[in-house]
């Protein structure tokens, strides 16, 4: 690499970029250079940017676009549209805590929760819980976070193993156990309805998103 023209090719843009924040320039050699494979270029310019052998993953950008590797072929990077992609973004490192009124996320601190976290707050002090990442997404005017959780849950055992019982179910009543129990149906649905209404009304009043 020395001094010289720019290129030409797709995206040369960038790579320009790149070389010039290291001190360095690009110089195409001939008209043959436009019609050459843009993925080898990239490779050949990325591994000249650092010494040593290239790792896996520059010799597969390399690979990719030629055929020799497996699989879809990989191509840059694309990046997310603000207008057009929903807002949203995930924690895997750095300072991820659940309180029992805030959330602490990296790079965001400490923020109020609207719900009460008391409950995986006393899993994770306990020893039973682990926070493994967090997401947090932008959805009708408000921030949602949901945790990503590594829970030890008890295994169940019954507490007659030796019983035996008859169930039957129905419309009007869930089940009807042999022993004459009756289990009345919850209605999830009208409850379910009652809800929707409810919301449909927040909705139609709503300004804004």
């Known amino acids: 690499?020395?001094?010289?023209?720019?290129?030409?090719?797709?995206?040369?843009?960038?790579?320009?970029?790149?070389?010039s924040a290291s001190g360095r320039r690009l110089l195409v050699v001939g008209p043959c250079e436009v019609d050459d494979d843009p993925g080898r270029d990239v490779t050949q310019i990325l591994t000249s940017l650092r010494p040593g052998q290239p790792g896996p993953v520059i010799e597969e950008l390399g690979d990719s676009p030629s055929g020799k590797r497996k699989g879809a072929p990989v191509g840059f990077p694309r990046f997310k549209s603000r207008r057009s992609s929903r807002l949203s973004v995930r924690f895997t490192t750095g300072a991820i805590r659940c309180e029992t009124r805030h959330a602490v996320l990296p790079r965001l601190g400490r923020i109020k929760l609207h719900e009460n976290g008391a409950d995986l707050v006393a899993k994770v002090e306990a020893?039973?819980?682990r926070v493994i990442s967090a997401a947090a997404g932008f959805e009708r005017g408000r921030w949602f976070v949901s945790f990503t959780v590594d829970a030890q849950r008890p295994v169940l055992t019954p507490a007659q193993p030796g019983a035996v019982v008859g169930v039957d179910l129905g419309i009007k009543t869930l089940a009807v156990l042999s022993s004459g129990e009756q289990i009345?149906?919850?209605?999830?649905?009208?409850a379910?309805?009652?809800?929707?209404?409810?919301?449909s009304h927040a909705v139609s009043r709503r300004v804004g998103p």
């Open 1 to 19: 690499m020395g001094t010289g023209t720019g290129s030409p090719r797709f995206g040369g843009e960038h790579v320009e970029a790149m070389l």
């Open 127 to 129: 020893g039973t819980a």
């Open 184 to 190: 009345p149906n919850p209605r999830h649905s009208n």
């Open 192 to 199: 379910g309805q009652r809800k929707i209404r409810r919301l």
